[in-house]
């Protein structure tokens, strides 16, 4: 049994806030509000040293979550509720963050997307400090850049389906821009996650764009292959915690513009969504405001990756925002938008099928070259534990013995993730956004992310220049992956 299922049972939820405004907002997540302009940040205090109340407080602990009707889970959350509050912060205004756990492990809290120093990042590779069981950790630290970031555990589960990414420990983060040039009626927020995981042998298909050759490569690799490792399933999908039909619809009015950022909250998943009858009009990709706007009809989102879109409500109806996978969306992978003045049975229509092009929203503009390019090439070891599958970069599991790479802060480097094995990997890039620069052969510019999703036997190349120094990890996001070898560290000085 990976995660107890239990009869419904009334929970006195309690918020453990502290000092902190907090308010309900759409979809009924709480908010952790944002310190008035100038009242925080300006005691330059070192990490841990602010008295007073904290800005921000993540309680870690266990919690009950009804995502369906009866039908609980059992998992551990932020401050008593899944996905845990909103919180909001201002572009370079800095703060005191508390974090408590209440549960018997050390945890990891991960601000995903921030330009924070290695301490404070909460990544135990880059010997970030960590909240002790039954303990406590406060620091300082200022948030940047603006937009749709997010928090999350950062510890290595392994087996253990019952850690980490698996359990509901996320959260948006919303760091509000210096300047703001957004203009809507409603700011909807939505975080999908999967639950009741269980280990299956079934390989995940990747069909979407795949070629005959890379078929027929894979075959030929599965001949002299060992078989395949461990994979996860699940049973249960949500967005904002509840399956789809089972929690408040997101309420709109027609003629409203209404602003969606959604994060694909999944420990191991990657995933598509599209709103019947609309389409969405994608303004930023993690967070980051994008060259050139466009249209399209479905969402890719690897894990971890985040889409902000502006929806024009000008189909009157009750309609299912969703993925076009039927079994996940019966599984609850969905949530209702419903027009005022509207009801009856929320509609489903099914989506065109276009393959995910990040190049439409960059620019053709030459970028700058850069003092070096690094390979890094992904492999993998079939059954290589045995049990589970080892991932490698350029031939190599994570070592935390061997030396990082050095890198030197402010100088721009390419990074070429050369993906040689048959899955797709969203691969995060720590404590930096970096600029695609070459997807699949196609040049762009301009597009900035934190995550971004590699399609099995491709090529995407990106550049960044570091600006802080310190330990910078790149993983994979896909938790099993990065548990077992697909990850790496640099070291800015
Ligand atoms: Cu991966």
């Known amino acids: 049994m990976l995660l107890g299922r239990m009869r419904t049972q009334k929970t006195t939820r309690r918020s453990f806030l502290a000092g902190a405004g907090v308010v309900l907002a759409g979809c009924g997540q709480k908010t952790v509000q944002p310190p008035p302009q100038g009242t925080a940040g ?23 979550v009804d995502i369906a009707k009866d039908h609980t889970i059992s998992t551990i959350g932020y401050n008593g509720q899944v996905p845990g509050p909103l919180v909001r912060l201002r572009e370079g205004v800095p703060v005191t963050v508390d974090l408590f756990n209440d549960t018997d492990a050390p945890e990891f809290v991960h601000w995903h997307g921030l330009a924070v120093p290695a301490d404070v990042d909460g990544a135990p590779e880059e010997k970030s400090r960590m909240v002790p069981a039954h303990g406590q950790l406060r620091y300082r630290m200022t948030p940047q850049p603006g937009g749709a970031r997010f928090v999350h555990s950062h510890v290595m589960p392994m087996s253990d389906l019952n850690r980490g990414a698996y359990t509901g420990q996320f959260a948006f983060v919303y760091i509000e821009p210096k300047n703001n040039p957004g203009r809507y009626d409603q700011e909807i927020f939505l975080a999908t996650h999967e639950w009741e995981p269980f280990f299956t042998t079934e390989e995940e298909m990747d069909d979407t764009d795949i070629t005959p050759a890379e078929k027929a490569r894979k075959a030929a690799e599965d001949k002299k292959n060992k078989p395949n490792g461990w994979e996860i399933g699940y049973q249960r999908f949500t967005i904002n915690g509840k399956a789809l039909g089972y929690g408040e619809p997101v309420r709109v009015k027609e003629g409203q513009r209404v602003l969606f950022h959604i994060l694909n909250g999944s420990a191991t998943e990657n995933l598509e969504l599209a709103l019947s009858g609309h389409p969405f009009r994608i303004v930023a990709l993690d967070g980051n405001p994008v060259p050139n706007p466009q249209m399209v009809d479905v969402l890719s989102l690897g894990t971890a990756e ?84 080892q991932w490698t970069i350029n031939g190599k599991t994570f070592d935390e013995k061997a030396a990082p790479r050095t890198l030197q802060k402010g100088k721009r480097y390419r990074l070429v993730f050369d993906n040689q094995t048959d899955d797709s990997h969203p691969v995060h890039l720590h404590r930096n956004s970096f600029e695609l620069t070459n997807v699949y052969g196609k040049a762009t510019a301009g597009v900035m992310k934190d995550v971004v999703l590699v399609k099995g036997y491709r090529k995407i190349a990106v550049d960044f220049a570091p600006s802080m120094e310190g330990l910078t990890l790149f993983h994979c996001h896909q938790q099993l992956h990065m548990d077992y070898g697909f990850k790496t560290l640099f070291d800015v000085t």
């Open 42 to 64: 300006n005691s330059g205090a070192a990490a841990g040293a602010a008295e007073g109340p904290a800005d921000v407080t993540l309680r870690i602990a266990p919690v009950l």
């Open 306 to 389: 985040r889409i902000s879109a502006v929806v024009e409500m000008k189909n009157p109806g009750v309609w299912v925002l969703g993925t076009p996978h039927d079994d996940d969306r019966r599984n609850g992978m969905g949530i209702v938008v419903e027009y005022a003045g509207r009801g009856g049975v929320p509609r489903w229509i099914k989506p065109p099928r276009k393959a995910w092009d990040y190049t439409i929203f960059g620019e053709t503009r030459a970028v700058a070259e850069p003092v070096e390019t690094i390979p890094l090439v992904f492999g993998k070891i079939n059954g290589g534990t045995g049990s589970f599958n």
